[in-house]
């Protein structure tokens, strides 16, 4: 009795600790699939104190606003919702009246202009849900760049939001096309925003401009002139106009219409290009400085369309020497060709991932036109992410989410050309906002 | 006898200090990690940007911050600290090139060459639907696990699910109960099927719940400074995600016969798994 009276307390003690822990067992659920739904976030429009503050504010949030719409991973919620009227962006918002209308996110800034026409753009990033500033930032730049820093402020929330670099801030070089007054082919280089506003030609009508790329500075781009049926490869510097003929490409293969295309190696300082200089196209190195080509294949099979890899080591390439044409992965030294792609049809228009873990291409099999993306190694399957009458020219956003491509229309005049997106889900598709009919798409890195 | 006595007290209260000490343990260690719920991020302009901007501003005092996890009741707007006044920077340089728009043609002749065309030509047809909608259905997803909630719906006897769950293994209710609480979760926890493939992006989460289906605390990363500190961006985003879905995910839809099974869940999130 004594023992028991002894045992009692703890043995108590023991089942009510072993009950409770017993309670704590949590239930183990496994999340494996997720929503792809787009995160809605309250863009309000950026305050400020007089007439031209609050409407260069109100334009900052109109094209942050569409920049996140147009991501297709973002949703920003109708304005005429909003509860809360932001009138300081140092006061912690009513975090409850932004959860009500199902913001996850909430953006808001301020545009301040001083006597010396400098303007402070001033941005805070709220979770709704945990109440927490998940980003505060500042700039300072003169009015008129009130664009740019749209663009700055949509990267900023994007990689928050994301862990991915943005892609607002950048320009895409592209062919715009149309004819003369006698109904011949204009083709001429064109830029603008990556959202169409501010376009501008770099080329003239004298000549055909095609194939354009941005070099890893954006400073610079690439292209192709024909002329006299023959193609050379044009530099042409953005900051000054100039340009300069590198090479002879030589005849311009009417089957391969981006056989001739030049791409930048990483380091800015060297191309990969195609050209023919016997009885076929191989691929060359050419270096920027010493102005000299350097033979990488000597294969009797056209060997064209170059891209390098991020990191400069490898350089994909289209070749017909399996028979149709196929992709393959060799050294950026000519060394160790491998081909990785086996699946039927015409494989054209390989383009490295900035990720570096995929490659796009176009296909065509059975009068069908593809785009589509497989592993840099050939290991998986393609992914085909949009099939149409005509698809051409495949570009990446610098962050590797995004992809543009020349998308040809069948109409009762022919084929006209555009440009359009599509993310790498295969979802997301948007025209892109050109003035006229386009083609050959580049997208410049994000500009310094 | 004195001494076996006082060797088996030793021995229940040892093996009740462990016991004890099984459960406490994990609330000591939560309370550490709510303090790094909000992750304080400076960017540095200059890697980003060539418009010069002023100094990152501090982020907002992180008392109130953390004191704000309560996700019920819209707090007061409290007054920040006052920005700090901005830095004297002269206006960033206009250096966007402004091309210019008709620059002379190169030194050949400018006689335009035809159009090179893709040498097969496309066949004239139809030009196929636009896959610009998610092909993914989500309400119709919703749905059908809205019917299997249904199915697994627990039966109206008279035997709770506390009780049952005491006296035997319960794994059908469990194995219900999960499901129902996956496919709620699915819907709310962000996927992250957007970062690269190939990157080990499973965060965990704890999340401690009321009979009503809302959270008791705030939810929180299991080894939450691995992937808040973690230098891979897309790691630490994921965690994000995953908190804010449990967030969002309020109310619980489960059923309040079976709390005790549901009172605290440990949630695995690896949404790349299926990509």
Same mark, same amino acid.
């Given at each position: 009795m004594t023992v028991l009276r002894y045992l009692f307390t703890p043995i108590l003690a023991l089942i009510v600790m072993a009950g409770s822990a017993f309670a704590q067992t949590p239930l183990v659920v496994d999340v494996t699939e997720g929503t792809l739904d787009p995160t809605p976030i309250a863009i309000p429009d950026f305050i400020g104190e007089d007439n031209r503050e609050a409407e260069i504010g109100a334009d900052i949030s109109r094209v942050i606003s569409n920049n996140l719409d147009t991501s297709g991973l973002f949703a920003p919620v109708d304005p005429e919702a909003f509860i809360e009227d932001i009138s300081d962006i140092n006061l912690r918002p009513r975090f409850g009246d932004w959860r009500v209308i199902n913001a996850s996110a909430l953006l808001v800034g301020e545009v301040s202009i001083d006597e010396n026409d400098r303007m402070l753009v001033a941005f805070r990033l709220w979770d709704a849900n945990t109440e927490a500033q998940m980003q505060g930032l500042q700039f300072v730049t003169s009015p008129d760049n009130w664009r740019r820093i749209a663009h700055k402020v949509s990267d900023a929330v994007y990689e928050r939001l994301t862990g991915e670099t943005g892609y607002f801030d950048t320009r895409i070089v592209y062919v715009s096309e149309g004819d003369g007054p006698n109904g011949e082919p204009i083709r001429r280089l064109a830029v603008m925003d #990556?959202? =169409?506003?501010n376009p501008s030609f770099l080329t003239d009508r004298s000549y055909m401009a095609l194939l354009p790329n941005y070099s890893p500075s954006a400073q610079q781009i690439t292209y192709v002139s024909f002329r006299d049926g023959r193609a050379t490869s044009y530099l042409y510097d953005l900051e000054t106009g100039r340009q300069e003929a590198l090479f002879d490409s030589g005849p311009s293969l009417a089957s391969e219409g981006q056989s001739l295309s030049a791409r930048f190696h990483p380091n800015g300082r060297e191309l990969v290009v195609s050209a023919e200089r016997h009885s076929g196209h191989d691929l060359f190195r050419f270096d920027l400085r010493s102005r000299t080509l350097r033979q990488l294949t000597t294969h009797p099979a056209d060997d064209v369309e170059p891209s390098y890899a991020p990191d400069g080591d490898q350089v994909v390439f289209s070749s017909s020497? =399996? =028979? #149709?044409s196929q992709l393959y992965v060799m050294n950026a030294d000519g060394t160790d060709p491998q081909r990785i792609t086996f699946g039927e049809g015409r494989y054209t228009t390989p383009v490295w991932s900035p990720r570096g873990d995929l490659i796009a291409f176009t296909k065509q099999r059975s009068g069908q036109f593809m785009l589509g993306v497989v592993a840099a190694d050939g290991s998986g399957e393609e992914r085909i992410l949009y099939e149409g009458y005509f698809v051409d020219t495949p570009a990446w956003s610098p962050n590797g989410r995004v992809l543009l491509f020349t998308r040809g229309d069948r109409t009762r005049e022919g084929t006209t050309y555009s440009i359009w997106s599509i993310d790498l889900a295969g979802f997301n598709l948007r025209r892109l906002p050109t003035q006229g009919e386009a083609s050959d798409p580049a997208w410049s890195p994000l500009i310094d | 006898m004195r001494q076996a006595l006082g060797f088996i007290l030793s021995l229940f209260i040892h093996a009740g200090l462990i016991a004890s000490a099984l459960v406490a343990f994990p609330h000591a260690r939560r309370m550490s990690e709510e303090l790094t719920v909000v992750p304080v991020e400076l960017v540095t302009l200059s890697r980003e940007t060539n418009v010069r901007a002023a100094r990152p501003e501090p982020e907002p005092e992180p008392e109130e911050i953390v004191e704000t996890p309560a996700p019920e009741p819209a707090p007061e707007p409290e007054p920040a600290q006052p920005e700090p006044e901005p830095e004297v920077i002269p206006p960033a340089p206009q250096d966007e090139p402004e091309p210019e728009p008709e620059p002379a043609p190169p030194e050949l002749e400018p006689e335009p060459e035809p159009e090179p065309e893709p040498v097969q030509q496309p066949r004239p047809r139809e030009p196929e639907p636009e896959p610009e909608q998610d092909s993914l259905d989500l309400n119709a997803l919703s749905q059908l696990v809205d019917r299997s909630r249904d199915n697994a719906a627990p039966r109206g006897d008279a035997e709770t699910g506390e009780q049952r769950n005491r006296v035997g293994p319960g794994t059908d209710m469990t194995a219900s109960l999960q499901a129902m609480a996956a496919s709620h979760m699915n819907r709310c926890i962000r996927s992250n099927a957007d970062a690269p493939a190939n990157m080990d992006l499973r965060v965990s989460l704890e999340i401690r719940l009321e009979r009503?289906?809302?959270?008791?605390?705030p939810p929180r990363l299991i080894d939450e400074g691995r992937i808040m500190n973690s230098p891979n961006s897309y790691l630490r985003v994921a965690g994000e995600r995953a908190l804010r879905g449990a967030i969002e995910c309020q109310p619980y839809p489960l059923p309040p016969e079976h709390y005790a099974q549901w009172r605290v869940l440990r949630v695995n999130v690896d949404t790349q798994r299926n990509r």
């Amino acid at each position: 009795m004594t023992v028991l009276r002894y045992l009692f307390t703890p043995i108590l003690a023991l089942i009510v600790m072993a009950g409770s822990a017993f309670a704590q067992t949590p239930l183990v659920v496994d999340v494996t699939e997720g929503t792809l739904d787009p995160t809605p976030i309250a863009i309000p429009d950026f305050i400020g104190e007089d007439n031209r503050e609050a409407e260069i504010g109100a334009d900052i949030s109109r094209v942050i606003s569409n920049n996140l719409d147009t991501s297709g991973l973002f949703a920003p919620v109708d304005p005429e919702a909003f509860i809360e009227d932001i009138s300081d962006i140092n006061l912690r918002p009513r975090f409850g009246d932004w959860r009500v209308i199902n913001a996850s996110a909430l953006l808001v800034g301020e545009v301040s202009i001083d006597e010396n026409d400098r303007m402070l753009v001033a941005f805070r990033l709220w979770d709704a849900n945990t109440e927490a500033q998940m980003q505060g930032l500042q700039f300072v730049t003169s009015p008129d760049n009130w664009r740019r820093i749209a663009h700055k402020v949509s990267d900023a929330v994007y990689e928050r939001l994301t862990g991915e670099t943005g892609y607002f801030d950048t320009r895409i070089v592209y062919v715009s096309e149309g004819d003369g007054p006698n109904g011949e082919p204009i083709r001429r280089l064109a830029v603008m925003d #990556q959202d =169409g506003a501010n376009p501008s030609f770099l080329t003239d009508r004298s000549y055909m401009a095609l194939l354009p790329n941005y070099s890893p500075s954006a400073q610079q781009i690439t292209y192709v002139s024909f002329r006299d049926g023959r193609a050379t490869s044009y530099l042409y510097d953005l900051e000054t106009g100039r340009q300069e003929a590198l090479f002879d490409s030589g005849p311009s293969l009417a089957s391969e219409g981006q056989s001739l295309s030049a791409r930048f190696h990483p380091n800015g300082r060297e191309l990969v290009v195609s050209a023919e200089r016997h009885s076929g196209h191989d691929l060359f190195r050419f270096d920027l400085r010493s102005r000299t080509l350097r033979q990488l294949t000597t294969h009797p099979a056209d060997d064209v369309e170059p891209s390098y890899a991020p990191d400069g080591d490898q350089v994909v390439f289209s070749s017909s020497r =399996g =028979g #149709q044409s196929q992709l393959y992965v060799m050294n950026a030294d000519g060394t160790d060709p491998q081909r990785i792609t086996f699946g039927e049809g015409r494989y054209t228009t390989p383009v490295w991932s900035p990720r570096g873990d995929l490659i796009a291409f176009t296909k065509q099999r059975s009068g069908q036109f593809m785009l589509g993306v497989v592993a840099a190694d050939g290991s998986g399957e393609e992914r085909i992410l949009y099939e149409g009458y005509f698809v051409d020219t495949p570009a990446w956003s610098p962050n590797g989410r995004v992809l543009l491509f020349t998308r040809g229309d069948r109409t009762r005049e022919g084929t006209t050309y555009s440009i359009w997106s599509i993310d790498l889900a295969g979802f997301n598709l948007r025209r892109l906002p050109t003035q006229g009919e386009a083609s050959d798409p580049a997208w410049s890195p994000l500009i310094d | 006898m004195r001494q076996a006595l006082g060797f088996i007290l030793s021995l229940f209260i040892h093996a009740g200090l462990i016991a004890s000490a099984l459960v406490a343990f994990p609330h000591a260690r939560r309370m550490s990690e709510e303090l790094t719920v909000v992750p304080v991020e400076l960017v540095t302009l200059s890697r980003e940007t060539n418009v010069r901007a002023a100094r990152p501003e501090p982020e907002p005092e992180p008392e109130e911050i953390v004191e704000t996890p309560a996700p019920e009741p819209a707090p007061e707007p409290e007054p920040a600290q006052p920005e700090p006044e901005p830095e004297v920077i002269p206006p960033a340089p206009q250096d966007e090139p402004e091309p210019e728009p008709e620059p002379a043609p190169p030194e050949l002749e400018p006689e335009p060459e035809p159009e090179p065309e893709p040498v097969q030509q496309p066949r004239p047809r139809e030009p196929e639907p636009e896959p610009e909608q998610d092909s993914l259905d989500l309400n119709a997803l919703s749905q059908l696990v809205d019917r299997s909630r249904d199915n697994a719906a627990p039966r109206g006897d008279a035997e709770t699910g506390e009780q049952r769950n005491r006296v035997g293994p319960g794994t059908d209710m469990t194995a219900s109960l999960q499901a129902m609480a996956a496919s709620h979760m699915n819907r709310c926890i962000r996927s992250n099927a957007d970062a690269p493939a190939n990157m080990d992006l499973r965060v965990s989460l704890e999340i401690r719940l009321e009979r009503n289906g809302r959270l008791s605390v705030p939810p929180r990363l299991i080894d939450e400074g691995r992937i808040m500190n973690s230098p891979n961006s897309y790691l630490r985003v994921a965690g994000e995600r995953a908190l804010r879905g449990a967030i969002e995910c309020q109310p619980y839809p489960l059923p309040p016969e079976h709390y005790a099974q549901w009172r605290v869940l440990r949630v695995n999130v690896d949404t790349q798994r299926n990509r």
